[in-house]
């Protein structure tokens, strides 16, 4: 049996479920997928396979220091031409790194003994290849993890992995037997910075299982209920959001309520912008909600908004799983109208878009779908056939699976 290594910053984390949902896709595919989380798995999501994932992960950072120097030795004595050079590698890319900052450069030195440390427990598991998620530091140890093993990696990047936090992106883009691109966009994207022809770049979605998620019928109750679902940072606009729906509720009248679930660093400020709504426009901050929870409130929702922008540092959304999910439900959406969206949503069709940062226009958007209840309906029954069409889950495993050496 083939088996694929996959490396994650956090895995299974709460905020990442396109990447263990696609681990599971794959096993029922019948491919052996083996995880690596960079960082200690998250516990407590709800569900006994991903408690069993957290166990059976291999943990790097986490591993503790006595695994770790262990395994490097075993690395160095096993492999030691290979040991070298790869070490030697990482050293010239953290020297030459275009794209790498001063204050980052070192850790690309302590992401490669990493690597060569996870390389050494893996020596008798039979890899046939390495995939990770995110540009960044996922696939930085899967790169040089694959090198020390003499196999293939691969990737698939997102958002703030190929912005903010983009690290040897060109390198990567070179040395990848393939990278795994969540839009049309993105493979745009990785062209203009390295000649790769579109069958090293496939187009392959992180989707949702449409077969799991049924559409529902919107409740349609007294008050518009809008849900707005991630981390509550900048890029979200959840600001914008909550701005808007005030605007909304004091130029028409209408009785509003904003479910917005998520943790992060902008959670005062929200709550700030929240207190001093009108009296019309209710809201509930659920903080950290389990996806099987989120799941639930889409089912009680009129429509979600995620009006994302990009920030000040470039730090911007790929394609949220949380649009898919509300779209499978057959909830309308309201979305930022970034270029990798626009595959996703288009506007006036499957959903409705709105220019980054415009609340004017998010106002005037929400106010037309609070006049026109049958509109909602509409885009939302569009949403749910695009993301059958496209998005869907099992469809995507096997784009990516048939990528994978050995498939056929």
Not at 277 to 283: A, D, E, G, I, N
Not at 346 to 369: F, I, K, M, N, Q
């Amino acid at each position: 049996m083939t088996r694929i290594l996959y490396v994650a910053a956090v895995l299974p984390a709460r905020s990442e479920t396109f990447v263990y949902r696609e681990v599971q896709a794959l096993s029922e595919l019948g491919w052996e997928i083996v995880t690596a989380s960079v960082h200690a798995p998250e516990r407590g999501l709800g569900d006994e396979r991903l408690e069993r994932m957290a166990d059976e992960s291999l943990k790097l950072y986490s591993a503790g220091s006595a695994t770790f120097a262990l395994h490097l030795a075993g690395a160095l004595l096993r492999r030691p031409l290979r040991f070298v050079s790869t070490l030697a590698r990482a050293l010239a890319d953290a020297l030459a790194g275009r794209d790498l900052p001063l204050p980052r450069r070192p850790k690309v030195i302590v992401q490669a003994l990493h690597a060569l440390a996870l390389a050494h427990r893996l020596r008798s598991r039979r890899i046939a290849h390495v995939h990770a998620h995110m540009a960044h530091v996922p696939t930085t140890i899967a790169m040089y993890c694959a090198r020390w093993l003499g196999i293939g990696f691969s990737f698939t990047g997102h958002a703030n992995d190929l912005f903010p936090q983009r690290t040897l992106l060109e390198a990567k883009l070179r040395r990848a037997s393939f990278v795994s691109c969540i839009s049309g966009w993105h493979r745009a994207f990785y062209q203009s910075l390295v000649p790769r022809t579109d069958e090293d770049l496939p187009v392959i979605r992180c989707g949702v299982d449409t077969n799991a998620i049924q559409p529902v019928a919107r409740p349609g109750g007294d008050a518009l209920v809008v849900l707005a679902v991630g981390r509550l940072v900048e890029k979200k606009g959840f600001d914008l959001l909550i701005e808007a729906l005030g605007a909304v509720a004091a130029g028409c009248g209408a009785r509003l309520h904003l479910t917005l679930a998520g943790g992060g660093p902008e959670e005062d400020k929200l709550r700030a912008l929240c207190a001093v709504l009108p009296p019309r426009v209710t809201v509930d901050l659920l903080g950290e909600t389990t996806n099987d929870a989120v799941l639930g409130l889409m089912k009680s929702a009129d429509l979600l908004a995620l009006p994302c922008r990009v920030t000040t540092t470039g730090d911007r959304d790929g394609i949220p799983v949380v649009l898919m999910e509300a779209m499978a439900h057959g909830c309308c959406v309201v979305a930022g109208d970034l270029e990798p969206i626009r595959e996703l949503v288009e506007d006036g069709v499957t959903g409705r878009t709105v220019p980054p940062g415009d609340r004017e226009a998010l106002e005037s958007v929400l106010a037309e779908l609070l006049a026109d209840p049958e509109r909602i309906d509409t885009l939302g029954r569009a949403g749910r056939r695009r993301v059958e069409e496209e998005f869907d889950l099992a469809l995507n495993a096997r784009r990516l699976a048939s990528c994978f050496p050995g498939a056929g």
